[in-house]
């Protein structure tokens, strides 16, 4: 997935400098905070609730790509999504890592 990432980033490499730095601790703030609610909310084995936390935070998706293209140009959407896809995978690989122990010490062999 991130090999694909590469030469996408590297084109859009300028969109990430239009935003400001307060536009990115929001989109953070909001990741973690989708994260999170779907951990709290996630069932009792592991699994499941790293599996709820990762739909919570990745179903805005959608939603920003529909609502900027229906209410800007694809000019005015793209700086904003792009960033935000590239955060959420950073934000959420960290949460995975951190999962990972979670999910590994709980299997029943």
């Given at each position: 997935?991130?090999?694909?990432?590469?030469?996408?980033?590297?084109?859009?490499?300028?969109?990430?400098?239009?935003?400001?730095?307060?536009?990115?601790?929001?989109?953070?703030?909001?990741?973690?905070?989708?994260?999170?609610?779907?951990?709290?909310?996630?069932?009792?084995?592991?699994?499941?609730?790293?599996?709820?936390?990762?739909?919570?935070?990745?179903?805005?998706f959608g939603l920003a790509v529909?609502?900027?293209?229906?209410?800007?140009?694809q000019e005015k959407a793209?700086?904003?999504?792009?960033?935000?896809?590239?955060?959420?995978?950073?934000?959420?690989?960290?949460?995975?890592?951190?999962?990972?122990?979670?999910?590994?010490?709980?299997?029943?062999?």
């Open positions: 997935m991130y090999v694909l990432a590469l030469p996408i980033l590297v084109k859009t490499s300028g969109l990430f400098l239009k935003m400001g730095l307060w536009s990115y601790v929001v989109m953070a703030i909001f990741i973690i905070a989708n994260l999170a609610i779907g951990h709290v909310l996630g069932p009792r084995d592991a699994q499941g609730r790293t599996t709820l936390a990762m739909e919570s935070g990745a179903r805005n529909m609502i900027g293209v229906l209410n800007f140009n793209l700086p904003v999504f792009i960033p935000y896809i590239v955060l959420f995978m950073v934000i959420s690989t960290i949460y995975l890592k951190w999962r990972k122990n979670a999910t590994t010490h709980t299997e029943v062999v």
